[in-house]
Nanobody
Framework: QVQFMESGGGLVQPGGSLRLSCVIS????????IKWFRQAPGKQREWVAT???????GYTDLVKGRFAISRDNAKSTVYLQMNSMKPEDTAIYYC??????????WGQGTQVTVSS
């Protein structure tokens, strides 16, 4: 059973925008805070943003003020709106409940490339 399905990545120029989507299995969506992570080539996976079941949000300082996380309860989907993008945002983006999840598996991720 697919638990997380990410989409929306692509190639964007510096300063541009993308919106990522993550469709989540219903039980996980209604019971868990959802997080976006990213992994750049040769680097460890890092946390990007969190949204709780009540809608509270949090961001790494690396993206604060540029990225916005949101959720659509009817669609069991979490979004990541990315604005003013930088080359250092280039990575594969994933969603999950934790960076080292014990009860969930990783999706395939979505590739984001910021380049001119």
């Amino acid at each position: 059973q697919v638990q997380f399905m990410e989409s929306g990545g692509g190639l964007v120029q510096p300063g541009g925008s993308l919106r990522l989507s993550c469709v989540i299995s219903r039980w996980i969506f209604v019971t868990s805070a959802i997080k976006w992570f990213r992994q750049a080539p040769g680097k460890q996976r890092e946390w990007v943003a969190t949204i709780t079941t009540s809608g509270a949000t949090g961001y790494t300082d690396l993206v604060k003020g540029r990225f916005a996380i949101s959720r659509d309860n009817a669609k069991s989907t979490v979004y990541l709106q990315m604005n003013s993008m930088k080359p250092e945002d280039t990575a594969i983006y994933y969603c999950n409940v934790d960076i080292n999840p014990t009860a969930t598996s990783w999706g395939q991720g979505t590739q984001v490339t910021v380049s001119s």
